[in-house]
Structure formats: C-alpha cells, structure tokens
Nanobody, 116 residues
C-alpha cells in the first residue's frame, strides 16, 4: 500500500489550498478514505472522511470550509481547503479507513502552514 500526499504549502489566512493523495496497492474504489492532521505537540485529529458510496463526514472545526472528494478513476482523494486559519496549521495525512471501521494505513503527510 502506498499513499502519497501533495499540495501543502505556506498560505496567508483566508487563502486556499488543495491537497491530493494518490493511492495504490489496494482496492481504492471500495475503501473509505480519510484526512487527518497533526499540529505541533498534538495528536492526530481526523478532519474528514469520504465513504465508498460518496457520503462524507466533516469535523466541526472545518465544516463549511473544507471539501473532501475522490476520483476513483485516478485512485486519488482530495481535500479542498478554503478560508484557512492559522489554527489549521498542521501536517495533513490521508488514510485508508474511517473512525467506525478503523484505519489501516496512513501516508507520510504534507505540511500546511497558515500565517496570520
């Protein structure tokens, strides 16, 4: 299994970024996919999940600002992040699984830094 995140960077507050996660080595189309983040000194926090049928979950902290999507033809999951805040600064990682099913694998992550 391989999960490779990209799209992170440095952005001013109020800006936008689009994260991508290219997946391989498992049946992507039938797998729930999640995004989680880890801020300095804190634990891994799940922010969003997209299930195989397309339904989604968002943590309250990002609801209305972030959008998760998937392209099964490209084995890729995305996280569109708008109206970014300094508290969104973290390493963002994609994973295979969900809170209810558990997580099988995580990628290495991509750094997102939001300046005030």
């Amino acid at each position: 299994v391989q999960l490779v995140e990209s799209g992170g960077g440095l952005v001013h507050a109020g800006g936008s970024l689009r994260l991508s996660c290219a997946a391989s080595g498992f049946t992507f189309s039938s797998s729930p996919m999640s995004w989680a983040r880890q801020a300095p000194g804190k634990g891994l926090e799940r922010v969003s999940t997209i299930y195989a049928a397309g339904s989604t979950y968002y943590d309250d902290s990002i609801k209305g600002r972030f959008t998760i999507s998937r392209d099964n033809a490209k084995n890729t999951v995305y996280l569109q992040m708008n109206s970014l805040k300094p508290e969104d600064t973290a390493v963002y990682r994609c994973g295979v699984g969900s809170a209810s099913m558990g997580y099988k694998f995580w990628g290495q992550g991509t750094q997102v830094t939001v300046s005030s």
